[in-house]
Nanobody
Framework: VQLVESGGGLVQAGESLRLSCAAS????????MGWFRQAPGKEREFVAA????????FYGDSVKGRFGISTDNAKNTVYPQMNSLKPEDTATYYC??????????????WGQGTLVTVSS
């Protein structure tokens, strides 16, 4: 599975940004796609996930109500929509094929990451 992210950049607090992740080579076992982020000096954090087939969505507590996630199944692409961005959202964002085991999210295949910087 190959995952290619795009859409990162520099935005001001309160603005919106949409990332994308194009997946190729995935199989039926890769039923969910998700995003994680990691800020300098901090642990990796789960952001959001979505199922390809039914569009069920899941969100991390820090982004609930501000971020959305959607798919274009024809393009095998996942789009996190980030609204009302805050400086603390600054991080490198990674897409991944994900699973949830014992309430913990884990990634299997990973993209290269895209940097999002939110200025105050």
């Amino acid at each position: 599975v190959q995952l290619v992210e795009s859409g990162g950049g520099l935005v001001q607090a309160g603005e919106s940004l949409r990332l994308s992740c194009a997946a190729s080579g995935r199989t039926e076992s890769d039923s969910m796609m998700g995003w994680f982020r990691q800020a300098p000096g901090k642990e990796r954090e789960f952001v959001a996930a979505i199922t390809w087939s039914s569009g069920f969505t899941f969100y991390g507590d820090s982004v609930k109500g501000r971020f959305g996630i959607s798919t274009d199944n024809a393009k095998n692409t996942v789009y996190p929509q980030m609204n009302s961005l805050k400086p603390e959202d600054t991080a490198t964002y990674y897409c991944a094929t994900v699973r949830r085991i014992n309430r913990r999210w884990s990634g299997n295949y990973w993209g290269q990451g895209t940097l999002v910087t939110v200025s105050s």
